[in-house]
């Protein structure tokens, strides 16, 4: 009777143990399951986190590269910034013109990594006050030889929304001291004050007050004499 019974309890103990190991397994899976979904939303989260910061990464390249241009382009004739029509609602975009820096009107498009990019820059004059740069534009403290340029790269799907945007600004000094070019001193007295219009333009080859005591019979060279 002794070896009966224990049998029997082995019997129930091994039935009992195998229906416990079976919920384990269901709850082990239910568990998994909940672990795998956050991880692929982790997962999911991490990649766009990650396909964003390229795009942002292109765009801050592109406003960068057109900041530089634009900067070109002043140091090669500032005139070509300064004469600019000005305000946020008038687009240039820079341009390579007979091996040069150059503007040209509206957007610029920039296909990259499966998206548009649309790029430009607007100028903006700038004011200054005991030589410190106004924070709100004065007209009655301008400095011409200073002009703000902020570039802007927008980028989207194609002919879907914009996903992004993205700006720089700088404020570009005229470096060219110099308004106009004299060459040529031989003209003699009687011409205008001023210039002729255009950063490289002369004064007509004469100086603008008779003087008895001015020398101008070299080219390029005038000689103030003494009596």
């Known amino acids: 009777m002794t070896e009966k019974f224990s049998t029997s309890y082995q019997l129930q103990a091994t039935s009992s143990s195998a229906g416990f190991s079976l919920f384990e397994i269901l709850i082990a899976i239910a568990v998994f399951a909940t672990v795998g979904l956050a991880a692929a939303q982790l997962i999911s989260v991490s990649l766009q986190a990650d396909k964003t910061g390229g795009q942002k990464t292109v765009g801050a390249k592109l406003v960068s590269e057109e900041i ?8 090669e004739q500032w005139n070509n910034i300064y004469l600019l029509n000005k ?12 091996g040069k820096w150059a503007t040209s009107t509206g957007d610029e498009f920039v296909a990259a990594n499966d998206l548009e990019y649309t790029r430009y820059f607007y100028v903006e004059n700038v004011s200054r006050t005991s030589g410190a740069i106004d924070i709100t ?15 802007v ?3 989207k799907q194609p002919g879907g929304n914009t996903l992004g945007t993205t700006t720089q600004s700088a404020f570009l000094t005229r470096s060219r001291n110099a308004a106009a070019a004299q060459s ?19 004064f007509n080859g004469g100086f603008s007050s008779q003087d008895g005591n001015i020398d ?5 060279i005038i000689k103030l004499m003494t009596q």
């Open 68 to 75: 530089e241009a634009a900067s070109a382009i002043a140091a």
């Open 87 to 98: 305000g946020q609602a008038n687009h240039h975009h820079a341009t390579v013109s007979s």
């Open 137 to 151: 534009y004065n007209g009655a403290n301008d400095d011409p030889s200073t002009q703000k340029v902020t570039a």
């Open 153 to 155: 790269t927008t980028w």
């Open 184 to 202: 040529d001193w031989t003209t003699g007295a009687g011409q205008a004050t001023n210039p002729s219009s255009g950063e490289d333009a002369n």
């Open 216 to 220: 101008t019979s070299q080219s390029s």
